[in-house]
């Protein structure tokens, strides 16, 4: 099993560009998530999927959206990135929303000139 | 003030030191994560435990739910532990984390 796989892993783009970072899971898993991490602060959660056809809003999820495409896929789309938006972006998964833990992507570095 | 804390935010240490990391939080939770961040960024899962005592190895992490307080310990540490440690609690199945520690063990 690949387990959480995040492409791409580097990634660089001008203001106002936009961009979609994918994320696939091969562990059959209902609940997917992405998170946000910057120097100095923990991981934040920008947008969650509990189920395949739901997504809710996590702690940080202006200017991005997300879809859900099918269970493996968890994608989420800038559609006009600022240099706000540099950071390195996690995707993870769990069986369920709940007591389980989470199982992360390799992350991507995105950096927002 | 952040919902979890933890502390120290820097540890260094020689080979073979017993380490611990201490984890405070102040909401109510399920259940408490331990989560490992390797030089090169990925991301592992150590621990979730909601109560007592678990151990791993030379890991061992336990919980105290009344005082709101956890513990990650590394027995006869080793330079491969180099690592930031990550303390995460799980708040309505949404985690909430820590800022981590940042720990290099030197031979």
């Known amino acids: 099993n690949a387990g959480v796989t995040q492409t791409p892993k580097f990634q660089v783009l001008k203001t106002g560009q936009s961009m979609t970072l994918q994320c696939a899971q091969d562990?059959?898993?209902?609940?997917m998530y992405w998170y946000r991490q910057d120097p100095g602060m923990g991981l934040r959660l920008i947008y969650y999927?509990?189920?395949?056809?739901?997504?809710d809003k996590g702690e940080v999820p202006n200017g991005y959206n997300v879809s859900r495409l099918n269970k493996r896929e968890f994608s989420l789309r800038l559609e006009s990135a600022a240099p706000s938006q540099t950071s390195v972006y996690f995707c993870?998964?769990?069986?369920?929303?709940?007591?389980?833990?989470?199982?992360f992507g390799p992350g991507t570095r995105l950096t927002v000139t | 003030k952040n919902e979890v804390e933890q502390s120290p935010q820097n540890l260094t240490a020689q080979e073979g030191e017993f380490i611990t990391i201490n984890c405070s939080y102040s909401v109510g939770i399920s259940a408490l994560h331990w989560l490992q961040q390797h030089p090169g960024g990925g991301i592992v899962s150590l621990f979730m435990l909601s109560s007592g005592k678990k151990k791993h190895g030379r890991l061992i992490a336990t919980i105290n739910i009344q005082e709101k307080h956890s513990s990650l310990h590394i027995t006869a540490s080793h330079p491969r532990d180099s690592a930031v440690y990550i303390c995460a609690v799980d708040n309505t199945d949404k985690l909430i984390f820590g800022t981590g520690t940042r720990l290099q063990v030197f031979p």
């Open positions: 999927s509990a189920s395949e056809g739901t997504t």
């Open positions: 993870a998964s769990t069986p369920a929303s709940g007591f389980y833990e989470q199982y």
């Open positions: 562990m059959n898993h209902n609940s």
